[in-house]
């Protein structure tokens, strides 16, 4: 479900669970924030590169195991919100296919991003009932502009790779064939600089507004607990998962 491998100082962490799109389960989310941890502190990994498949990213999180939190739960994406802000070493990350949720906000946390042309993209907190999460309402923004992340958040459509790039999530798009191995090779180019030096410009690359940035991720953590028992968002989940379209008229706005 998380594979891990390692070569010539990149470490590769793959997420696959194709029968379900990739999904991320809560034993999913501790493995990988485990698997960046261990390769963040190995003194043989230089860089780490995270992909799916090629014909999916992943779906982001498993919409039942939403449903099936309880109020007051803590929140398995919490590990990975603990651990990838704060990596030391470069982080790659590779798109194919659909990069939903946290499969996009994941990436506002990653050093370089490449998609194949037809990644999509998509943030449907709001068509989930639900509020943006991982810091992204703080970061879209300051990425993309706010008119262009009030479209992709409001809205919550889904993207293209194109747009992604627009936006400055993604770096380049690599035809499908190519992708990992561009990716790979970008991974591997990191590996080959002097460590210390991209520790502490990565380093200063991020530090603008860390603090800014850990209080919204608290907060929009918050706010989603909160929306994940609202009757807003079980109506969106189970007509997401009964495969019918979701109705919001009987919600009042007052
Ligand atoms: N959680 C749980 N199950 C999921 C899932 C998710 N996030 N995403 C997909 N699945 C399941 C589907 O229910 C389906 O299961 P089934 O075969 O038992 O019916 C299977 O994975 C295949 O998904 P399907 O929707 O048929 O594939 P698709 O190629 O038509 O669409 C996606 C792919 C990713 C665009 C679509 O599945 C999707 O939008 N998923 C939901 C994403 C989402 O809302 N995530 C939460 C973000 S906060």
């Known amino acids: 479900m998380i594979h891990v491998t390692a070569e010539k100082g990149v470490t590769r962490i793959e997420i696959a ?5 990739n999904a ?26 995270l992909h799916g498949s090629r014909e999916c990213f992943t779906s982001g999180n498993d919409v039942s195991e939403f449903l099936a939190r309880k109020a007051g739960d803590r929140s398995p994406a919490f590990d990975l919100f603990e651990v990838l802000p704060g990596l030391d070493k470069p982080v790659v990350a590779a798109v194919g296919g659909p990069a939903v949720g946290i499969g996009t906000t994941l990436l506002l946390h990653c050093d370089l991003v490449y998609a194949a042309p037809g990644a999509r993209f ?9 509020v943006p999460e991982f810091g992204s309402s703080l970061l879209l923004p300051l990425l993309a502009g706010y008119q262009r992340a009030a479209e992709l958040l409001l809205l919550g459509r889904p993207f293209t790779a194109e747009e992604a790039k627009e936006a400055g999530i993604v770096n380049a798009i690599f035809p499908e064939e190519t992708l990992f191995e561009e990716a790979q090779r970008a991974a591997a180019a990191l590996a080959a600089l002097p460590p210390e030096s991209i520790r502490l410009t990565k380093r200063l690359l991020k530090a603008a507004g860390r603090e800014a940035l850990g209080a919204r991720i608290a907060e929009e ?34």
Do not use: C, H, I, N
């Open 17 to 21: 669970r194709p029968e379900k799109k």
């Open 24 to 49: 991320l389960t809560a034993d999913m989310y501790a493995r990988l924030a485990a698997a960046l941890a261990a390769a963040d502190r190995s003194p043989q990994v230089r860089a780490l590169l």
């Open 122 to 130: 998509r943030l449907p907190f709001v068509p989930l009932g639900l």
């Open 221 to 254: 953590a918050r706010l989603f607990a909160e929306r994940l028992g609202s009757p807003e968002a079980k109506e969106a989940m189970s007509a997401f998962l009964e495969k019918r379209a979701p109705d919001f008229s009987r919600f009042r706005t007052d």
